[in-house]
């Protein structure tokens, strides 16, 4: 979902860029060497330069590219509040989804927290086409 949220955003730019998949399981060596801290995708590698963790590249990506509509609200108010959102999913939406797949015996119990967070975000989009978006 973090790598989705990079490409939604290059999408979202109209930005041609080329992807490239990583084995998670084993991963390349120009991984390890542009993302030396975290060692997770995505990177971003604008002329050649890395750029990690998600939101840090979305934000890069949102002022490299200043002349299309920007990601995030205009409004301070509405920006704090874009940010808010994101932070609840860094911290709980991947972790939810995890704990489906990578705990034993503990299933239903994960599956009624991850449908718990999606109901919450759901009723915060509402009939929205984006979080706190203006269109
Ligand atoms: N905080 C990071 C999280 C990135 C992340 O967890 N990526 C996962 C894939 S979705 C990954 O690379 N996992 C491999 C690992 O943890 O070793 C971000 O926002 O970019």
């Keep these: 979902m973090f790598g989705m949220r990079v490409r939604v ?9 080329e992807y490239r998949e990583e084995d998670l399981l084993n ?26 963790e998600s939101t840090n590249i979305v934000q890069y990506i949102d002022e490299a590219w200043k002349d299309k509509a920007p990601l995030l609200p205009s409004d301070p108010y509405q920006r704090a509040q874009a940010r808010f959102w994101v932070d609840y999913i860094d911290k709980n939406l991947y972790e939810a989804g995890k704990n489906i797949w990578a705990t034993k015996g503990e299933q239903e119990a994960a ?21 706190g978006g203006e269109i």
Excluded: A, R, W
């Excluded at 955003?9 to 860029?17: H, P």
């Design 27 to 52: 991963k390349s060596p120009p991984l390890l060497q542009l993302n030396p801290v975290h060692k997770k995708i995505p990177v971003l590698i604008p002329n050649g330069k890395p750029v990690c």
């Design 111 to 131: 599956k009624k927290k991850l449908i718990e967070i999606l109901k919450l975000l759901e009723g915060q989009l509402g009939y929205n086409t984006y979080f």
């Design 9 to 17: 955003s290059l999408d979202e730019k109209g930005v041609k860029y």
